[in-house]
C-alpha cells in the first residue's frame, strides 16, 4: 500500500515540474531561448496569488474584501494567470526584445534571462524583505483515505491541472492557426515575417501561455506548500528545466513526460534508498538518460520543434 | 566609443575605491565596537531579526546612561551588523569583515551551528573572542580557544528530548526526520539516534529519513516513516521546515505527536504553521510564558518594542552581548591595539566561571561551553510555547 501512497505523491510533484517545463520548453521552441527566468516568473506567480488571496481573505494586518474562499480561489486563479503573464511579457519586452533587435547573439539573451532572475528575486527580497509569507488557506482541506493510502483534494486538482494544461497547449500548438505560426517561427525566424506573419505579436503570445502555466504552477504549489520565500523558485526551476531537457526540450509532451518522470525517480529514489542519497541518485538517471539519447526523449536533432 | 567605455570604468573604479578608503576611517578611542555576524536573510530571517532587535535593546540600555564604565571611564557602545544570509560561506565573509574591516572587539554570532562552526574558524584562526548565542553543535566551540556560546549542546539536548518523549508518549519507537544540509540538525539527529536505541534498544529508530534545506516536499520520506508506524517522530530541524514537514504528515494520515528541538522555538513558527502545531513539544533555552524576574522584565518590554514575545535566540543574543560586556569591564582597561584588546576580552570571558542570564545560570569550567538548564515547552491553542519540564545537567 506504502507503493500506491509513493505513486500519489510523485504524480503530485511531478506536476509541478511538469507545469514549469512547459514554460521553458514554449520559449525555447519559439525562440530557442533558455529563459533562466521562468523559476522566478514562477515564484513571482506565487507571491501575486498570495497578495490576490490576501486581498480578498484578508490577513496578514489586512481586512480584505471578506469573500468566501471559494469565490477567492475562482477569482485568484484567472487574475494571478493574467497579472503573472504580465511580468513574463514585461521581461520579454524589456530585455529580450532589445537585445533581439539589436541582432545579439543568443548566448546573451540567455545571460540576461539569467538576470533577469535574480532580479526577480532580490526586487522581492529588497521590497518585501526576507521574512517568509503564509499562503491563507482557499480551499477546505479534504483528506480521502483508502486503506493506508491518503490522498488531499488538493493533490487530485494539481495532477489534473497539470493534464488538462497540457491537452489545452497541444490543441493550441498543434490545431490552430496561432500555433501553426508558432511552429512556423521556430522553423525558420526569417522567412515567418515575410509570409505576413507578425513575429512579434506570436512571441508575446509565446510568453503568455508560457508566464500563466507558471503562475498556475506557482498558486497551486503555495496552496499545497503554504510557505512562500523569495528563493523559492530557483532550485524547483532549475530541476523543471532539466526535466524539460531530458523530454527533450522544445516538445511539448516532453515537458510532460519529463516533468512526471522527475517527479517519480526523485520520490522513488527516497522510497527505495536512504532518502540522504536522493539527488544524486535521481540526477544520475537522468543523465543516463542523456547519455542515451542527447536530445531528449522526444527531442530531434535541431528541426522543428514545438 | 572605446575612450567612452575606459572613461565609464575609470570613474567605477575610481567609486569603489573610494568606497573603501571610506571603510577604514572612522575609529574613536572612546566607542567599544562589537560585532554582529547574523541571519538577516536567507531561511531563517527571524532569527537574525531577533538577535539584533535584543541587541539594539541592550546597547540602548548602556548608551542612553552614558556607556559602558570600563575601569572608570565611559564608552560608547557601537554595534555592527553583518548578514551571512544564513549560509555557511558568507557567515565566514562576514566574520572576516568584521574583524579585519570594522575592527571589533568582538563577534556575537552566527545564531545557527551551520553558520557557526565556520565562523568559529575564522574568529579563531584571526584570535577574535566569538559568542554564540544559539548554536548547540559541539563543533562550534571543539578545539577553539577563542568561540564560547551561550546555549547548551546537542549531547545535552538530545537525550532530553529523548528521555522527555520517552515519559511523555510512553513511546516506544521512534521515526527521525533531519536536514541532511544542516550540521545542526544532522547532529542532533544522531545524537538523538544513538541515545534513543541505548534506552529502548536496537532498531527501535524505525526510519531515519533526511531531506535538503530548499525542500519543500516531504511526502516520499514521510509516506515511508507513516508506514513504519512510529509511536512519535522526532524533527529536529528550523521551524519554517517544521511548518510544512507537520502539514504534510497529517495529509499523509499521521495522528501521532512530534518531538522538536530548540530551533522550533521562533516567534515565526505559529504564524507559518497554524493549529497544526498546536499540542506538539520541543525543548529549548527558556518559556516565555509564565517567566519569573529579569527573565520577565526583558520579555515585557522587548514585547512592548517590537510587538512580538521574543524567542529563545532574542533571549540568548541578550545573555551572549552581556556575556562579552562583562569581559570588556572585566578586562579592567580598554587597549588601543585592537589586537591586545581582543586577547584580554578573551582572557576575561575564559575567566568567567558563572553568569546569570536570563535564560539560566550558565557555569562554564574551562571551555567556551556552559553547563545550562534545558526546558520543554509544548505549544498551546493560543500559539504560546508553555512550560512543560526543566532538566539540568546532573
Redesign the interface.
Known amino acids: 500500500?506504502?507503493f500506491f501512497?509513493?505513486v500519489l505523491?510523485?504524480l503530485?510533484?511531478g506536476s509541478f515540474y511538469a507545469l514549469i517545463a512547459l514554460g521553458y520548453t514554449l520559449v525555447y521552441g519559439v525562440l530557442r531561448l533558455i529563459n533562466f527566468a521562468h523559476g522566478d516568473i514562477f515564484m513571482v506567480g506565487a507571491y501575486i496569488a498570495y497578495f490576490v488571496a490576501v486581498l480578498l481573505l484578508g490577513g496578514e494586518g489586512m481586512s480584505g474584501l471578506g469573500v468566501s474562499p471559494g469565490v477567492a480561489l475562482a477569482i485568484t486563479v484567472p487574475a494571478t494567470m493574467i497579472l503573472t503573464s504580465l511580468v513574463g511579457v514585461t521581461l520579454e519586452r524589456t530585455m529580450y526584445r532589445p537585445l533581439r533587435r539589436k541582432g545579439a547573439d543568443r548566448l546573451y539573451v540567455v545571460i540576461t534571462a539569467l538576470m533577469a532572475g535574480l532580479m526577480l528575486e532580490n526586487g522581492n527580497?529588497a521590497l518585501l524583505?526576507?521574512?517568509?509569507k503564509?499562503f491563507p488557506e482557499l480551499l477546505h482541506?479534504v483528506?480521502w483515505?483508502f486503506g493506508?493510502v491518503?490522498v488531499?483534494n488538493l493533490k487530485v486538482i494539481v495532477v489534473v491541472a497539470a493534464i488538462v494544461v497540457f491537452v489545452l497547449l497541444e490543441f493550441i500548438v498543434s490545431k490552430t492557426k496561432i500555433g501553426m505560426a508558432m511552429r512556423g517561427i521556430s522553423y525558420d525566424k526569417f522567412a515567418i515575417p515575410l509570409m505576413g506573419i507578425p513575429l512579434d505579436t506570436i512571441i508575446v503570445f509565446t510568453f503568455i501561455l508560457g508566464s500563466s502555466m507558471a503562475g498556475l504552477a506557482g498558486i497551486l504549489y503555495a496552496m499545497s506548500?503554504?510557505?512562500l520565500?523569495p528563493?523559492?523558485g530557483?532550485?524547483i526551476g532549475w530541476k523543471a528545466f532539466i526535466a524539460a531537457v531530458v523530454g527533450g526540450i522544445g516538445d511539448i509532451r516532453g515537458a510532460i513526460v519529463g516533468g512526471f518522470l522527475l517527479g517519480f525517480i526523485?520520490?522513488g529514489v527516497?522510497?527505495v534508498f536512504?532518502?540522504?542519497l536522493?539527488?544524486l541518485f535521481a540526477f544520475s538517471v537522468l543523465l543516463g538518460i542523456l547519455w542515451l539519447k542527447p536530445t531528449g526523449l522526444f527531442g530531434v536533432a535541431q528541426t522543428t520543434k514545438i | 566609443m572605446k575612450a567612452m567605455t575606459i572613461k565609464v570604468l575609470v570613474a567605477v573604479l575610481a567609486l569603489a575605491l573610494g568606497a573603501f578608503a571610506l571603510m577604514g576611517c572612522g575609529t574613536d578611542s572612546n566607542v567599544i565596537k562589537i560585532g554582529f555576524n547574523l541571519e538577516?536573510?536567507?531561511?531563517i530571517?527571524?532569527v537574525g531579526?531577533a538577535s539584533k532587535f535584543a541587541a539594539e535593546m541592550l546597547k540602548e540600555d548602556i548608551n542612553s546612561k552614558g556607556g559602558l564604565d570600563v575601569g572608570g571611564k565611559k564608552y560608547k557602545l557601537e554595534f555592527v551588523y553583518q548578514d551571512n544570509e544564513a549560509k555557511a560561506d558568507s557567515a565566514v565573509n562576514a566574520a572576516l569583515k568584521l574583524i579585519t574591516q570594522d575592527n571589533v572587539v568582538a563577534i556575537i554570532g552566527p545564531n545557527s551551528s551551520k553558520q557557526a562552526i565556520p565562523a568559529g574558524g575564522a574568529c579563531n584562526d584571526n584570535q577574535t573572542p566569538m559568542v554564540s548565542p544559539w548554536s548547540t553543535n559541539p563543533d562550534t566551540t571543539k578545539d577553539r580557544p577563542w568561540v564560547f556560546r551561550a546555549a547548551f549542546l546537542d549531547p545535552f539536548q538530545g537525550p532530553v528530548a529523548a528521555n522527555f518523549a520517552a515519559k511523555q508518549f510512553g513511546a516506544k519507537t521512534a521515526a527521525v526526520l533531519f536536514d541532511?544540509a544542516n550540521d545542526y540538525s544532522k547532529g542532533l539527529a544522531e545524537i538523538f539516534k544513538v541515545e534513543w536505541e541505548k534506552k529502548s534498544g536496537a532498531g527501535t529508530v524505525v526510519a531515519f529519513?533526511?531531506?535538503?534545506t530548499?525542500d519543500?516536499?516531504f511526502?516520499?520520506?514521510l509516506?515511508?516513516i507513516v508506514?513504519a508506524k512510529p509511536d512519535f517522530i522526532f524533527v529536529p530541524d528550523n521551524y519554517?521546515q517544521v511548518?510544512?514537514i507537520i502539514?504534510q504528515a497529517?495529509?499523509?494520515?499521521y495522528k501521532g505527536p512530534f518531538m522538536g528541538s530548540d530551533a522550533w522555538g521562533s516567534a515565526?513558527l505559529m504564524?507559518?504553521c497554524?493549529k497544526d502545531c498546536i499540542g506538539q513539544f520541543f525543548s529549548t533555552h527558556y518559556a516565555a510564558a509564565g517567566a519569573q524576574g529579569a527573565t520577565k522584565e526583558f520579555i515585557d518590554r522587548y514585547t512592548t518594542k517590537y510587538k512580538y514575545v521574543p524567542d529563545d535566540v532574542a533571549a540568548l543574543t541578550w545573555d551572549a552581548t552581556r556575556l562579552v560586556l562583562q569581559a570588556v569591564q572585566e578586562a579592567g582597561k580598554v587597549e588601543k591595539d585592537i589586537k591586545a584588546e581582543r586577547k584580554i576580552v578573551r582572557d576575561a570571558l575564559a575567566n568567567i566561571k558563572e553568569f546569570a542570564g536570563i535564560t539560566g545560570t550558565m557555569k562554564f569550567h574551562g571551555t567556551g561551553d556552559p553547563d545550562k538548564c534545558a526546558v520543554v515547552v509544548q505549544i498551546s491553542p493560543e500559539g504560546k510555547f508553555e512550560f512543560k519540564e526543566s532538566v539540568c545537567p546532573q
Open positions: 500500500m506504502e501512497q509513493h505523491n510523485a503530485q510533484f527580497l524583505g526576507a521574512s517568509r503564509s482541506k483528506i483515505t493506508n491518503s488531499t506548500y503554504p510557505i520565500e528563493y523559492m530557483a532550485l526523485e520520490i527516497v522510497a536512504p532518502s540522504t536522493r539527488d | 538577516l536573510t536567507g531561511d530571517p527571524k531579526e541532511i529519513e533526511s531531506h535538503g530548499k519543500q516536499d511526502s516520499a520520506q509516506t515511508k508506514a519554517n511548518a510544512l502539514k497529517h495529509d499523509l494520515g515565526e504564524t507559518l497554524g
